[in-house]
């Protein structure tokens, strides 16, 4: 117990540290002019100093852009909403056989954002029972630029989004070693400092 | 030992079968026409079929898009050069003092990529050493889209890349629990699959 108290103060203070270091260092740099950085299609980098936390936009649980057009994560919830509105996403690939939530819904039709759920039954490692003709038609949407940009998430964005992106690789004739290091990076990502989020990140809404 | 082992074999064992599984599902997807699907700018999924292993891309150590245009990575060497080139890079952001070795500056040359050092010391976190008007520089060159599609490495891709793309996820008001946890998942990573590269990853060159 005393050990787990002692690491989280340290983690916490190790958050303070960087959360200054980085407040310091942004201060000085969102003085530079981006106008002709960012357009909102071709490069979405949309730079926008934030005057207090409670502008944060919070990402959903393991997100990340996988290819142009092509992003993951874990199941966004109504906090992850303002952030996903940024994405301009024209669908989303939904891998779990769990009816999509009603707020999920909302969010999607309010948005103009295509749902398409291939039921996956929740597996671990190793993913041999994830159906095949499942993953191939998954695979034709992912592929289809009319469908971009498109995000594919599961529950944690790990095993099956993990199994659907590691094809994708494979198609982009990714090493496989390179395959199962990014499998690894997300399969084994554990959300510690996410447990914190009540801490520093208040949802935007 | 014993545990050693067994926990090898049965690393390979689940790398035989993913990589059946992927093998299996990606025969039958690559006869979907992609045509259409993979303008070389617009959308860099190019999708290939490889007829084996020897030609396959091999990304560099911890590789992965940041956002659109911005990738990151560890240390590139000429078995990624390949790789490399399928982004069509316009700069490279160095952030370690090291000089760049002759057949990385090479590479560059031949394929008209700038570079961008900034010297940066080792650290682990907390990085609180990390010189800001280094970070603040670095980041100039990474927002401007003039400089895109730009790679940021270092050695590993861990702590010092991970600082400067951490300060840019602030920049796009990423709650700070999520930069964090994109942070640590490269930080963390294990290169234990890449270990075995040699057994089913040849360079192609």
């Known amino acids: ?9 340290n983690q916490n203070q190790h958050q303070q540290e960087s959360q200054q270091q980085m407040c310091r260092t942004i201060q000085v740099v969102s003085t530079v002019d981006h106008v002709d950085m960012s357009p909102p299609v071709a490069s979405p980098v949309v730079v926008v100093p934030s005057p207090s936390d409670d502008l944060n936009l919070i990402p959903p649980l393991n997100f990340a852009m996988v290819d142009n057009g092509i992003f993951r994560s874990g199941f966004p919830d109504s906090a992850n909403f303002s952030f996903i509105q940024t994405l301009n996403l024209r ?11 009603d707020a999920n819904n ?20 190793p993913f041999v029972n994830i159906p095949e003709d499942t993953i191939r038609e998954a695979l034709k949407v992912v592929l289809d630029v009319r469908n971009h940009p498109v995000l594919i998430h599961c529950k944690r964005g790990k095993h099956r989004t993990g199994c659907l ?18 499998y690894q ?5 554990k959300a510690r400092v996410s447990d914190q989020r009540g801490e520093c990140c208040p949802a935007s809404e």
């Open 1 to 9: 117990m005393k050990e787990d108290t002692k690491t989280k103060l």
């Open 91 to 101: 669908s989303i690939i939904y891998l779990c056989p769990e009816p999509y939530p």
């Open 106 to 125: 909302g969010f999607l039709k309010s948005n103009g954002i295509k749902l398409f759920q291939f039921g996956i039954e929740s597996y671990k490692e």
């Open 165 to 182: 992106v590691g094809c994708l690789r494979k198609l982009q004739r990714w090493c496989l070693s390179s395959v199962f290091d990014e």
């Open 185 to 189: 990076r997300f399969a084994a990502a």
